[in-house]
């Protein structure tokens, strides 16, 4: 069984340095690391560098925590998704619908056809899959 909760394995991997820190800026932490379960599409930091330049900065200021804690609870679906269980419409914790498209291990998510890179990351409480594209719902 995994150990760790999803933030606990995303902080232990130097990929997912820049999540790590918006999911903590946009106080989701403690919420990501509750029971779940959930299924996490998690960006690389070269996802969110692909971004257009400043838009981390700004999404950092204090008046954008909401706009961020939004855009973060869009890369999260309640319930573990098994690969075979991936593609369709899943309603998002951010409360949009986010749409999966492939199969076996060839995956598309959301409208930015973001690629799933790896998959299927079981975690204590979560099923990461990571993807190249950050999410914007």
């Not at 997912?16 to 918006?22: N, R, Y």
């Not at 076996?104 to 409208?111: M, Q, R």
């Amino acid at each position: 069984e995994a150990s760790g909760t999803i933030v606990d394995i995303a902080a232990g991997n130097p990929d997912f340095s820049t999540l790590v820190d918006l999911v903590g800026k946009a106080g989701l932490a403690e919420a990501l690391s509750g029971e779940g379960p959930f299924t996490v599409f998690a960006p690389t930091n070269a996802a969110f560098e692909a971004l257009p330049a400043g838009t981390v900065d700004t999404l950092l200021m204090p008046e954008n925590k909401d706009k961020l804690a939004g855009i973060l609870t869009y890369h999260v679906v309640p319930g573990q998704l098994a690969p075979d269980q991936l593609a369709g419409t899943h309603k998002t914790l951010e409360g949009e619908d986010l749409t999966v498209q492939g199969s076996g291990e060839d995956f598309t998510v959301g409208s930015a056809d973001a690629k799933v890179l790896c998959g299927n990351i079981p975690t204590a409480n979560a099923t990461v899959y990571v993807i190249d594209s950050v999410l914007m719902p």
